[in-house]
């Protein structure tokens, strides 16, 4: 059912992490804030995790990489989570957000969906993986039965 729906979710996910990689570079003093002080070079990391948001979201577009992606995602989500709860334990404000502690912590059940939401899209289509593939070669296509998609049967 929410297969055909998952274009527009990838398309959806993919525009939001690439505007919100590139305010790594337009605010990164926001971003260098939360990073907990335990961590080595706050400003590199901001820049990191900022390019990696981008390039993960250009490659949720990319058919070939989109997999590839939205993994990169899910453990980008996962990675920022000390940064989250480093904000909402010191009760730091960034200016891409309204400064309001509630809704601090209410980012982390968001940032759960986020994680479910990438990893959604580095699942295989159900159509591909209960019936086969499409055969790729002919005027016509056709769904080629899972048991012959590895064999020379068709």
């Known amino acids: 059912m929410m297969q055909q729906y998952k274009p527009l979710f990838r398309f959806i996910l993919a525009l939001a992490v690439v505007a919100i990689g590139a305010t790594h570079f337009t605010s990164p003093d926001s971003h260098i804030r939360i990073v907990p002080s335990v961590l080595p070079h706050p400003l590199a990391l901001v820049y990191g995790s900022g390019v990696i948001e981008i390039l993960a979201g250009i490659g949720l577009l990319i058919p070939r990489v989109s997999h590839a992606a939205a993994w990169v995602l899910v453990v980008l989500f996962i990675a920022i989570f000390p940064a989250n709860l480093n904000q909402a334990i010191h009760n730091i404000p960034v200016s891409a957000m309204p400064h309001d502690p509630p809704l ?31 055969e790729p070669d002919s005027d016509t296509p056709k769904i080629i039965p899972e048991s012959k998609v590895n064999s020379n049967e068709r």
């Open 104 to 134: 601090i912590w209410l980012r982390f059940p968001f940032q759960v969906c986020l994680v479910l939401w990438a990893w959604w899209l580095t699942r295989a289509d159900e159509a591909v993986e209960t019936m086969g593939a499409i």
